[in-house]
């Protein structure tokens, strides 16, 4: 990998390198996400089947689709996207995050193409993407509006891009850093840097400087009683995802 790289943090990798062996325990560091990634793949798979009018019900609907995971970790969205047929390319800075990647899926019988580079590093290749997923990433690199470019210039004609984040709000400190971090510990102290979260308005005008076309926003709500997250048209405040197309 090109450790000149402009968006990759030194210092978010190695948070990330540090937690790697334990992305596919549910009560580990990674809790958080386990519990998180129903509601984001519902609302990564209604997207995509969207875009390229794919019937979630068929066998094997994102046969053809091409995709490719930015700061995949451990595989918990590219081994569901993968199960529905596309051809799954995941990538992550976090060198010691692939291995443990790569075992899991062939331990699932998935087919993964798993490397350990950045994002920057694929689109010095002629390879395209249908659909670029960056989730829970934004919020770790160096340049975020350049980071968007640089998934916008990954996407073929017609591709989507589709980006979760974090809110930059008291609301979301308290979640995220003295909820989360502090109180719960459902991670480590200092995993997230609230100065780093984006909000909606700002995702949108650097997806939008890079020329794609933003679709659509949902918030992603914890409910406490039910102990599960839901997709919320109005609530954005805390965690939220988006859809963008490349014209």
Same mark, same amino acid.
């Given at each position: 990998?090109?450790?000149? =790289?402009?968006?990759?943090? &030194?210092?978010?990798? %190695? !948070?990330?390198?540090?937690?790697?062996?334990? #992305?596919?325990?549910?009560?580990?560091?990674?809790?958080?996400?386990?519990?998180?990634? &129903?509601?984001?793949?519902?609302?990564? =798979?209604?997207?995509?089947?969207?875009?390229?009018?794919? +019937? /979630?019900? %068929?066998? %094997?609907?994102?046969?053809?689709?091409?995709?490719?995971?930015?700061?995949?970790?451990?595989?918990?969205?590219?081994? &569901?996207?993968?199960?529905?047929?596309?051809?799954?390319?995941?990538? +992550?800075?976090?060198?010691?995050?692939?291995?443990?990647?790569?075992?899991?899926?062939?331990?699932?019988? /998935?087919?993964? +193409?798993?490397?350990?580079?950045?994002?920057?590093?694929?689109?010095?290749?002629?390879?395209?993407?249908?659909?670029?997923?960056?989730?829970?990433?934004?919020?770790?690199?160096?340049?975020?509006?350049?980071?968007?470019?640089?998934?916008?210039?990954?996407?073929?004609?017609?591709?989507?891009?589709?980006?979760? =984040?974090?809110?930059?709000?008291?609301?979301?400190?308290?979640?995220?850093?003295?909820?989360?971090?502090?109180?719960?510990? #459902? /991670? &480590?102290?200092?995993?997230?840097? #609230?100065? !780093?979260?984006?909000?909606?308005?700002?995702?949108? =005008?650097?997806?939008?400087?890079?020329?794609?076309?933003?679709?659509?926003?949902?918030?992603?709500?914890?409910?406490?009683?039910?102990?599960?997250? !839901?997709?919320?048209?109005?609530?954005?405040?805390?965690?939220?995802?988006?859809?963008?197309?490349?014209?």
């Amino acid at each position: 990998m090109d450790k000149t =790289t402009k968006t990759i943090d &030194p210092a978010e990798v %190695a !948070k990330f390198e540090a937690m790697a062996a334990e #992305w596919w325990d549910p009560n580990g560091k990674f809790k958080p996400l386990h519990m998180l990634n &129903p509601c984001r793949l519902d609302y990564v =798979t209604g997207q995509i089947a969207q875009q390229f009018g794919r +019937d /979630l019900k %068929a066998p %094997a609907p994102f046969a053809g689709l091409k995709v490719l995971d930015i700061g995949c970790g451990g595989g918990l969205l590219s081994e &569901p996207v993968a199960r529905l047929g596309a051809d799954v390319v995941g990538a +992550d800075a976090a060198e010691r995050n692939i291995p443990v990647a790569r075992l899991h899926a062939e331990a699932q019988g /998935l087919a993964i +193409d798993y490397r350990h580079c950045a994002a920057e590093d694929i689109v010095a290749t002629d390879e395209r993407f249908d659909v670029v997923m960056a989730l829970e990433i934004i919020e770790h690199v160096a340049d975020p509006q350049g980071f968007a470019q640089t998934c916008a210039d990954l996407l073929k004609p017609g591709g989507l891009m589709l980006c979760s =984040t974090l809110n930059r709000n008291p609301k979301s400190y308290m979640m995220a850093i003295v909820g989360a971090e502090r109180i719960m510990r #459902w /991670l &480590p102290v200092g995993t997230h840097d #609230w100065a !780093k979260f984006v909000t909606p308005d700002e995702l949108e =005008t650097m997806i939008r400087r890079t020329g794609l076309d933003f679709v659509d926003r949902k918030g992603m709500v914890f409910n406490p009683i039910t102990w599960r997250w !839901k997709l919320s048209d109005r609530d954005l405040s805390v965690n939220y995802i988006t859809a963008s197309v490349k014209r």
